[in-house]
């Protein structure tokens, strides 16, 4: 497994991007749940990271597109799937699986 951050190099209700090799990876910690993510928006590939984080969404700062959380996808469009990636947490530490 390789590990990607510790839980707590990521803010609350907030992000941390990054690299496995050359794939950039957001990490969100919303309501103490971590979620990685692959940071390159499905639209144009500009930074999720970066975006506008609620309890349910993010919302990619360059053109605004939405994705839900828990589906993975675009509100919009749920055709339009985020790319995930499994997780598992030991001793605080986030490695992907
Ligand atoms: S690049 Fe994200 S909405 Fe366009």
Redesign the pocket.
Known sequence: MKKLANINDIPNEGSKLVFLDETPIALFKINGKIHAWDNR??????S?SD?YISDTTIQ??????EFDIKKKCALENTKIKINTFRIKIINEDIYLI
Do not use: D, N, T
């Not at 928006?41 to 500009?46: F, I, S, T």
């Not at 990619?60 to 597109?65: F, P, T």
């Open positions: 928006c499905p639209h144009r590939g500009a999720l975006g990619c700062k360059y053109h605004l597109w």
